[in-house]
């Protein structure tokens, strides 16, 4: 039986040797056990409250490839706290014949998923609120119950006290005049930066961290700590059950908790209200311009080559930085990247478009491509015979003993444990029969003219970039033959120059061995010649635009 180890620990707070102690349990329990251990899945500082956890995530992967008869953890709420997530993984591995196990309870089963999917679940809850309780009590006793906000200190042995840093408070004040003096945070960022001063954990300044977010209290202009005050519970966290991640939800001002520490006042009140009418008046501004601001309108929306565009000199995004004009993203919030180029979005798109069609099916990385793609497809299918080899070893070898058992009992030595065994035996031998007498794959075959109905392809997905049907589609498969594309400045006045990393693999996506007419398959989808070789790890090609 071929058993996998699935462990995981939450934060950064617990020990990193606590997935080495949860794997070393596991691998006894296999060993007592008599199985055989092929794999271990592990996620590390990772919550249990949502199952979007890359290593869990492939288990499931591998669960359905019928890569393991049996998973073991150390414990149920390993696997997951929320109750629908464990339930789900049960029934999933379930439908497919593979066993879980728990090394503190033995074989899981549906009463166990039940009761201690329920007790997790309800540990989170209970964690939630006691968290929270101590932190109100924190806040109300004029403690710090989150972080250590920049512009102070810790104090040693005193958990929730904090002292002014003098240095850090003569920026403070310094980013608070500057910006009620009508200087903006991308600014005072590039100034701060030029002049080398660290910025909070000693990172370089980014105008958001000033800038924030003044409804949920964020960034230096929107922390009330400066002005002698705690505001705490200005806004609820939720997790995301589908991401894991946490969101936070702004509350009514009458939740708020405030109280006074003067010992911690940075500024005067002065100043703090100078910097509150400036944003006041900034927000009026936006809110004139029919529900927004164009610009923030232009970040929201998501065009062609949203994400794939890099600096090539300081590895950063290029994002919308202008009406229709990509710029560098680093250069722009910190000023310390040279690149100070743009590009129209229309330009470069209409660049990359003809790259992809005239440039990725070059013939002598066609010719790469197909000698890459047989290797894999061989070695593939000779993995698929290695199994296919030891599950009827091990199919002959379980009818031996079936056919023992049988006699034994047909000579009257019957026993509880011996029926057990018997069971035992015949549900594996039912599952290495379902699995051998799956249909072997059919042979892969590539078409002759392979670049030519790969252009033919990209130009129809080129020409439903103007149908708003189906242009997101069209979009998404296009946006996945690119790995990214690295922009730098020509020279003065010239430009930027544009190289594209593409994945040929992705072009199976497109292509069928027909080249037929039909309808566009989904990149990747089970079923279509992508999926022979997911992973296969072609080094990307790259050419200029």
């Not at 997951?80 to 497919?96: P, Q």
């Not at 540990?123 to 250590?148: C, H, N, V, W």
């Not at 033959?481 to 594209?500: C, F, H, M, N």
């Amino acid at each position: 039986m071929r058993a996998v180890i699935y462990a995981r620990y939450s934060s950064d707070n617990q020990r990193e040797a606590s997935i080495e102690d949860q794997l070393e349990i596991c691998r006894r329990y296999i060993h007592r056990q008599g199985w055989t251990l092929v794999r271990n899945y592990e996620d590390r500082a990772l919550s249990g409250a949502s199952d979007n956890r890359p290593a869990y995530q492939q288990m499931l992967a591998d669960a359905e490839g019928g890569q393991f008869d049996i998973v073991v953890s150390e414990a149920l709420d390993r696997l997951g706290r929320r109750l629908s997530d464990v339930a789900r993984l049960y029934d999933h591995l379930e439908f497919r014949g593979i066993s879980l196990h728990a090394v503190n309870i033995g074989q899981v089963t549906t009463m166990h998923v039940g009761l201690l999917g329920t007790m997790a679940q309800l540990y989170l809850s209970d964690l939630k609120e006691k968290t929270r309780r101590g932190q109100l009590g924190r806040a109300l006793a004029g403690k710090i119950p989150g972080g250590k906000a920049y512009g102070y200190r810790l104090v040693d042995g005193q958990p929730g006290e904090r002292q002014v840093d003098e240095a850090e408070a003569l920026v403070v004040r310094r980013i608070f005049r500057d910006f009620a003096a009508g200087m903006s945070p991308q600014a005072i960022a590039k100034t701060l930066n030029a002049e080398g001063i660290p910025g909070p954990n000693r990172r370089e300044w980014r105008d958001t961290t000033i800038r924030g977010q003044v409804d949920r209290g964020t960034g230096i202009l929107n922390n009330s700590i400066y002005g002698g005050r705690i505001e705490w519970n200005r806004c609820s966290y939720v997790k995301d059950p589908k991401s894991g991640k946490r969101v936070a939800r702004p509350n009514s001002k009458e939740l708020w908790e405030v109280v006074d520490v003067p010992e911690l006042r940075i500024l005067d009140d002065d100043l703090w209200e100078a910097v509150k009418l400036r944003q006041r008046e900034l927000s009026f501004e936006i809110r004139r311009d029919e529900g927004g601001n164009a610009l923030n309108r232009v970040h929201r929306r998501k065009f062609l080559l949203s994400g794939l565009l890099k600096c090539g000199c300081c590895g950063g995004g290029f994002t919308i930085v202008a009406q229709d004009r990509y710029g560098c993203a680093t250069h722009r919030s910190k000023g310390t990247c040279s690149n100070n180029t743009t590009v129209s979005r229309q330009e470069i798109e209409a660049r990359v478009l003809a790259g992809l069609k005239e440039k990725l099916m070059a013939p002598e990385l066609v010719r790469e491509f197909i000698r890459a793609f047989q290797e894999e497809v061989n070695r593939t299918n000779a993995e698929r015979e290695q199994q296919f080899m030891a599950d009827r070893q091990q199919l002959d070898s379980i009818k031996r003993k079936i056919a023992g058992i049988v006699n034994a009992i047909e000579e009257g030595d019957y026993s509880r444990a011996l029926g057990d065994r018997l069971a035992d035996l015949e549900k594996q031998q039912e599952l290495l029969e379902a699995r051998l007498s799956e249909a072997p794959p059919s042979a892969v075959r590539l078409h002759p003219r392979l670049a030519e109905v790969y252009a033919e392809k990209v130009q129809q997905l080129e020409q439903a970039l103007n149908d708003p049907n189906i242009r997101a589609e069209a979009a998404e498969v296009l946006r996945s033959l690119i790995d990214r594309i690295e922009l730098r400045p020509k020279g003065e006045g010239q430009g930027v120059a544009a190289t594209l990393h593409g994945d040929l693999a992705k072009i199976l996506g497109l292509c069928d061995d027909s080249g037929r007419k039909q309808k566009l398959p989904k990149v990747g989808a089970s079923g279509s010649q992508l999926s022979v070789v997911a992973g296969v790890g072609f080094e990307p090609t790259t050419f200029r635009l």
